[in-house]
């Protein structure tokens, strides 16, 4: 019998059709979170006391200042950078991969109306909602500790979201191949680690060789969110590799947007194809 | 109970992974409020049909439609009609029974109050009130198998989709899920049902589609295949060449199975022949049994062991 309706092969490269349900996903993830908030706080908001006060207070006291500022206030926005990776790149690698492979709750909720592009979409929100949520927290800690010299600090909140949205939709690409939950030490230790320290967080990115400034500039998405964080909460943003201040926070925003949308859409289709084949 | 509607319908439909073909080009009718089954050993391709039928997995080739609607198409609508009690558990463990329901419900797009109230409806009628509150991991498999059960129904399906329902049940459950079947039976739920318990396909459906490989084999209501393929009554003794040709020559007719030591004799002719045979010759070990489905599916599909 001939097949009168040939598929294509369900692997093509689409764009995805999102509708409203796309939060539906999202509020399963947030009824969740707000069952178990205690918990989910505690981290968020232990770290950055603990990074003040070993680096700020401990290290920082060998550490007259730099660029002008001390050492505590350097490090205070390259924190809040940290948290809003963190805060999505776990949510969308290790919780997403339980909820996916072990919970198969991606595998219930496509049963019902919702398609898997938009569990995908729900999911990577829910992580750029999560990195808000972490980045407001270390935002307060930076402010009680009076790390805070631009009246600008609260668009961090914002930006967070969507610095987020990058970093879930880029951990949501290494979910879709993760043959098992080991796998996520390969980004967490060749991707976040490095990035942890080399992108202008702990000490300025002009301190390195200029190949390795232009390399974090070209591929680091951390670097660019530190830049951000940095103009919004210190002000002080000093000139990389002849990029006037102004110049870099629109590269860095440029950068994030363009990035985002193509792993957005890379990560939608790289899910769909694991779940459906 | 069946009418001549046709609500789901397969044509040529094939299913490939890589190299695989799980669904083979087959083609199967299905009736408004029938209950049909798919037999089939492990890897016949039962569950890979039955996911194509709520767009979990499209199609490689051919045609399906469900109350009209191509699943190529139109897979909101059809998911909309469609209730799913899957093999496995996947219910989600971050919320208790209740909330199971109700974050179902917001799936679907049904109100809050609304869903509140099909949620209670549901756990009375499954025997879970006393549950409500409990996490699922406090849950047997028995009673987990029974919110499965609600959480397809939540939707009010006109089709319900269930893939191995009663594996792993102790009796006791299976037949509270058998009595549950029977009960959307009568409210013209059309139901399609994958086992691998032949007493259950027997008792709950309509029809029975026996696959294999991939394909449909053979078909017809339970009644039907077990005339058609293995008639009547069946003479179970121990294998024995010295009583071979006395009852090749009593029944010869009938077709032998001989399977490792026991014998395995299958007779279309009405009740009481083989006890009048053994009247003559008296025998030790042996049975008398009415021909049943299992005796269907292992001559259609043969005894070897399968791979998943």
Known sequence: MTSPNLRKSPARFTIPKLTYRVWMVWHRNF??????????????????????????????????SIRGQSYISFIAPALVAISVMNG????????????????????????????????????????????????????????????????????????????????????????????NIDFFNFPSFLFLTPMFFLCGTFFPLTSLPVAAQGTALTILPL????????????????????LSPATLILVSLTWIIAVTIFFFILSINLMKKRLTS | MTSQEVLIEAQGLTKKFDDFIAVDHIDFKVYKGECVGFLGPNGAGKTTTVRMMYCFLPPTSGELKLAGLSVNKNCREIKNLVGVAPQEDNLDPDFTVIKNLIVYCRYFGIPKDEALKRANEQLKFFQLEEKRDVSIAALSGGLKRRLIFARALINQPQILLLDEPTTGLDPQARHLAWDEVRNLKKKQVTIILTTHYMDEAAVLCDRILIVDKGKIIEEGSPAELVK???????????YDEKVLPSLKEAFSDAHFEHLGDRLQIFTDKPHGVFEGYLKEHPMQNVTIRTANLEDVFLKLTGRGLREE
């Open chain 1, 223 to 242: 670097t660019h969110v530190v830049n951000i964080t940095r103009g919004l909460i210190s002000g002080k943003l000093e000139p990389i590799l002849g």
């Open chain 1, 31 to 64: 009824d969740v979170f707000t069952k178990t908030i205690a918990v989910n706080f505690l981290p968020s908001l232990l770290e950055p006391i603990l990074y003040l006060l070993a680096f700020g207070f401990g290290l920082g006291g060998f550490i007259p």
């Open chain 2, 228 to 238: 058609k393929h293995v008639g009547e009554e069946v003479l179970e003794v121990y």
């Open chain 1, 88 to 179: 999505s790149f776990f949510e969308c690698t290790f919780a997403s991969f339980v909820r996916m492979y072990f919970q198969k709750t991606f595998d219930a909720i496509v049963a019902t109306p919702v398609s898997v592009e938009e569990v995908v979409a729900g999911e990577i929100l829910w992580g750029a909602t999560r990195a808000t949520i972490n980045t407001t927290i270390v935002l307060a800690v930076v402010a009680a500790f009076g790390l805070i010299s631009s009246p600008l600090f609260l668009l961090v909140i914002p930006f967070a979201f969507f610095g987020g949205l990058m970093f879930a939709s880029m951990a949501m690409c290494f979910t879709s191949v993760a043959p």
